[in-house]
């Protein structure tokens, strides 16, 4: 839904639009085991918001400046469909809240709460978070953020414009710290290449003193512990990641391999919430293989594999868990707008004995008992 308005005055016009947006996105799910919140554990079936997407709302808008130039700014908020709360811990614009300055010759510069750039260039060739998967695809813990849990507060990005293929981003996130310039901060950059039908992608993220606990400050900064979007909370985080896709007719095909690292780890977040997880470092290595197939026009059927590897140090001993993980999605659209699927994730952790890593967890749907989890979800989603 767009709202347009030209404002004319003395013999300079500007035109400005705003749109209203937003995405809903509701299912059945089955999940195979679940702790409950009393303790015990078994299955449950239940209606859950976000199996692919996670509920929102938002306005976006622009104002042509003139000379190729225009303002622009984003207010998008998160929700769970199921009883209406606010998400990202009760924040109004907890999703993104930005405005900024765009330039048809070189790029855009925006200011605020904003993804980071291992998310805007590598999720899209992935089947977790913004590929097709969604967010039941994500790799254990979104430990790489590829499925949209973090944002980066305080935060300064520029992305430019398409270079015969060539796009490159990068940004800074501030502490906004009196005792402390790099006590919860952060940076990224990233470039793609498209050309034809094949994309490549490669990005960098580092979070200094991410959820600002280790750090001695408030769980503000650049990545908030008050609204999870600190996934790992610890001293350092470093994300190395690299993406290939390739579309050849009606089959895409596409390879992800990212490196998490976090020095001096103190939480993780699983299940939704945070549990202790205090050691010397923990390193993930995945490495994802999704394909997709358009049978018709309306019906595509898709999976991906993800594998990592972990390595946990702790204070007298070290473990190498390992995850394995298959996602498979049948999706049929009843319109440009609102489609239909049936998604099921089946996650199996083994060689660890670190409590906290030991049990299966697929994204936020409920930390399993053993060290294993499947969630079959059919559901609906609708985009305006």
Same mark, same amino acid.
Not at 136 to 161: G, K, Q
Not at 269 to 290: C, D, K, Q
């Given at each position: 839904?767009?709202?347009?308005?030209?404002?004319?005055?003395?013999?300079?016009?500007?035109?400005?639009?705003?749109?209203?947006?937003?995405?809903?996105?509701?299912?059945?799910?089955?999940?195979?085991?679940?702790?409950?919140?009393?303790?015990?554990?078994?299955?449950?079936?239940?209606?859950?918001?976000?199996?692919?997407?996670?509920?929102?709302?938002?306005?976006?808008?622009?104002?042509?400046?003139?000379?190729?130039?225009?303002?622009?700014?984003?207010?998008?908020?998160?929700?769970?469909?199921?009883?209406?709360?606010?998400?990202?811990?009760?924040?109004?614009?907890?999703?993104?809240?930005?405005?900024?300055?765009?330039?048809?010759?070189?790029?855009?510069?925006?200011?605020?709460?904003?993804?980071?750039?291992?998310?805007?260039?590598?999720?899209?060739?992935?089947?977790?978070?913004?590929?097709?998967?969604?967010?039941?695809?994500?790799?254990?813990?979104?430990?790489?953020?590829?499925?949209?849990?973090?944002?980066?507060?305080?935060?300064?990005?520029?992305?430019?414009?398409?270079?015969?293929?060539?796009?490159?981003?990068?940004?800074?996130?501030?502490?906004?710290?009196?005792?402390?310039?790099?006590?919860?901060?952060?940076?990224?950059?990233?470039?793609?290449?498209?050309?034809?039908?094949?994309?490549?992608?490669?990005?960098?993220?580092?979070?200094?003193?991410?959820?600002?606990?280790?750090? #001695?400050?408030?769980?503000? /900064?650049?990545? *908030? =512990?008050?609204?999870?979007?600190?996934?790992? @909370? %610890?001293? &350092?985080?470093?994300?190395?990641?690299?993406?290939?896709?390739?579309?050849?007719?009606?089959?895409?095909?596409?390879?992800?391999?990212?490196?998490?690292?976090?020095?001096?780890?103190?939480?993780?977040?699983?299940?939704?919430?945070?549990?202790?997880?205090?050691?010397?470092?923990?390193?993930?290595?995945?490495?994802?293989?999704?394909?997709?197939?358009?049978?018709?026009?309306?019906?595509?059927?898709?999976?991906?594999?993800?594998?990592?590897?972990?390595?946990?140090?702790?204070?007298?001993?070290?473990?190498?868990?390992?995850?394995?993980?298959?996602?498979?999605?049948?999706?049929?659209?009843?319109?440009?707008?609102?489609?239909?699927?049936?998604?099921?994730?089946?996650?199996?952790?083994?060689?660890?004995?670190?409590?906290?890593?030991?049990?299966? #967890?697929?994204?936020?749907? /409920?930390?399993? *008992? =053993?060290?294993?989890?499947?969630?079959?979800? @059919? %559901?609906? &989603?609708?985009?305006?």
């Amino acid at each position: 839904m767009a709202i347009g308005a030209a404002v004319a005055s003395g013999g300079v016009h500007a035109q400005s639009s705003v749109t209203l947006y937003g995405l809903l996105d509701v299912g059945v799910d089955y999940i195979s085991n679940q702790k409950g919140t009393s303790g015990g554990s078994g299955k449950s079936v239940g209606l859950q918001s976000g199996n692919l997407n996670p509920d929102r709302w938002g306005l976006r808008g622009s104002e042509d400046l003139g000379a190729g130039l225009s303002a622009i700014f984003t207010l998008e908020n998160g929700f769970t469909l199921n009883n209406g709360k606010f998400g990202q811990g009760g924040d109004e614009f907890g999703r993104q809240a930005f405005v900024g300055l765009a330039s048809r010759q070189y790029g855009q510069v925006t200011l605020g709460r904003q993804y980071d750039d291992v998310l805007n260039f590598i999720s899209p060739l992935s089947a977790a978070g913004l590929g097709f998967g969604g967010v039941l695809a994500s790799h254990p813990f979104d430990n790489d953020n590829l499925a949209l849990s973090a944002r980066m507060n305080n935060a300064v990005m520029f992305r430019s414009i398409d270079y015969s293929g060539l796009k490159v981003g990068g940004g800074y996130a501030f502490s906004n710290s009196a005792t402390g310039f790099r006590q919860n901060n952060a940076f990224t950059a990233a470039a793609s290449y498209d050309r034809g039908n094949l994309s490549l992608a490669a990005a960098f993220f580092q979070a200094n003193h991410p959820g600002g606990v280790n750090s #001695g400050n408030t769980a503000g /900064g650049a990545l *908030s =512990s008050s609204d999870t979007d600190a996934q790992l @909370v %610890g001293d &350092r985080q470093r994300i190395y990641a690299a993406a290939a896709h390739y579309v050849l007719g009606a089959t895409e095909v596409g390879f992800v391999f990212t490196r998490t690292s976090l020095d001096g780890p103190s939480e993780i977040a699983h299940g939704g919430a945070y549990v202790p997880l205090v050691g010397n470092w923990i390193t993930f290595y995945n490495y994802e293989l999704n394909a997709r197939y358009a049978v018709t026009p309306a019906f595509h059927v898709g999976g991906a594999y993800t594998y990592t590897q972990g390595h946990f140090v702790g204070a007298s001993s070290s473990v190498s868990p390992k995850w394995n993980q298959l996602m498979l999605q049948a999706d049929y659209a009843l319109s440009r707008r609102t489609d239909v699927y049936l998604e099921g994730t089946y996650q199996r952790v083994t060689n660890t004995s670190v409590a906290a890593l030991s049990d299966a #967890g697929i994204y936020s749907f /409920g930390t399993s *008992s =053993s060290n294993r989890q499947a969630i079959v979800a @059919v %559901g609906i &989603r609708t985009k305006f």
